[in-house]
């Protein structure tokens, strides 16, 4: 297979033979040239052939606006803590207890 020009329409066919079909105009590439090929020479045919496969279809509606989905929302505020009752509890007594000591301290001195 090698490089054919189609003798219709004079379009340049990569990787094509003889029984194969012109990609631009879809003539026999190893079909006799036109006239008005003839005429042209080696140029491209005043008037290039539309392919008569290919059927013209006009979309009447606007494509779909894609929607975006909503992004989830972080909250910025830190998460509430949570004692637990045991720590509280702890922390009231070591403050009772160096409370009591520094009175006791304050009192023999």
Not at 23 to 51: D, F, H, I, M
Not at 60 to 79: F, G, K
Request: aromatic letters at 2%; glycine letters at 6%; charged letters at 15%.
């Amino acid at each position: 297979m090698s490089d054919l020009r189609c003798p219709q329409c004079g379009a340049n066919n990569q990787d094509a033979g003889e029984a194969d079909s012109c990609w631009k105009c879809g003539t026999l590439l190893g079909a006799e040239p036109s006239a008005a090929a003839l005429n042209a020479g080696s140029e491209v045919a005043a008037e290039p052939v539309a392919p008569a496969a290919l059927p013209v279809t006009l979309r009447s509606e606007a494509p779909p606006v894609p929607t975006v989905a909503p992004v989830p929302t972080q909250s910025l505020e830190p998460p509430p803590v949570q004692r637990s009752p045991g720590i509280v509890i702890t922390v009231v007594v070591v403050l009772a207890a160096l409370l009591i000591l520094a009175l006791v301290l304050w009192l023999n001195r």
